[in-house]
């Protein structure tokens, strides 16, 4: 079915949404990804539930913590047992595959595309996923790096090897005192490279990478562009969707796209040029796909 021919009843289908957005990406120059967490959700990647009661069990029955996002604030009763959490929480959300292909999905429906991505997530799916690493722009960080808790210098370090140790060689919910990260330059603990606050390392790749981004939407500032959002709620929208809904507003030759079961929203001044579905996003991908 041709876009010329879906009338204005279908289009509002879910059917008639995923026909439409076929063919937009058929049709653009550009596609920009914005990812948040609803994405890696969609993939496996929950943070609760059964997931949740598989791998901290133990944590749950002595700490009566809810979630794993719960978990990763909690005052444990020792730097042992804080590392012991963060090691294995790092490792299931980091180095463990997804359960579903999600990643693999959307590389397969825009890999020959000119795409960037922007997302929110830090748990590196989409390189592990096989997306270009120079079209990757993390912002919030990334669970596979430490640095300095002070910082005390703006460098981050890859922490695999230490976090496979620290899950092997745990026990009784406290990994041994000599594997507690240091930093290498000042001697000070160190910890994730996770944007909570002002102490966040925008280190040499952070920078690359922005400036990756900056080139992309410099070259489509009025190209015929696609803003894909998918998963993105109201933590921080200011990263992703109001831009995206700026730069589509500022653009009349581009379309916005929001993919997020249980919230999607678009402003009035850019609704023309919009299609939001409320539907789980493997799914979308996977009806996509199959036309």
């Known amino acids: 079915m041709s876009l010329g021919i879906i009338d204005m009843r279908a289009a509002k289908t879910y059917s008639g949404k995923i026909e439409q957005l076929r063919e937009k990406i058929e049709n653009t120059d550009a596609v920009l990804i914005g990812a948040g967490a609803g994405l890696s959700t969609s993939a496996g990647f929950t943070y609760s539930g059964d997931r949740f009661k598989q ?3 133990d944590f749950i029955e002595k700490y009566h913590i809810r979630n794993m996002y719960e978990g990763g604030f909690y005052p444990f009763d020792s730097i042992e047992e804080h590392w ?17 292909p999600v990643y693999e999905k959307l590389l397969e429906l825009v890999g020959n595309k000119d795409y960037f991505v922007l997302t929110t997530n830090v748990d590196h799916c989409f390189q592990k996923a096989g997306f270009a690493k120079e079209r990757l722009f993390y912002t919030q960080g990334d669970y596979g790096l430490f640095q300095c808790q002070t910082p005390c210098k703006p460098y981050t370090y890859d922490n695999e090897t230490q976090i496979k140790r620290m899950v092997e060689e745990q026990k009784d919910m406290r990994i041994p005192t000599e594997l507690i990260p240091k930093c290498p330059v000042c001697g000070k603990p160190m910890t994730m490279n996770l944007r909570a606050d002002a102490t966040f390392v925008q280190d040499e790749g952070w920078n690359i990478h922005a400036g ?4 992309f939407l410099n070259a489509h500032k009025t190209s015929k562009i ?3 959002e998918l998963g993105v709620g109201y933590n921080t929208p200011g990263i992703i969707k109001y831009p995206f809904w700026q730069m589509t507003a500022s653009n009349r030759n581009a379309e916005y796209i929001c993919i997020n079961k249980g919230e999607t929203s678009v402003p009035n001044e850019i609704r023309t040029q919009s299609i939001e579905i409320d539907a789980d996003i493997y799914d979308v991908l996977n009806d996509i796909l199959s036309i």
Do not use: G
């Open 55 to 57: 791998y901290f069990s």
């Open 84 to 100: 012991a959490y963060w090691s294995r929480y790092i490792y299931i959300n980091r180095y463990m595959d997804a359960p579903k």
């Open 226 to 228: 696609l803003f894909l």
């Open 212 to 215: 990756y981004y900056e080139k």
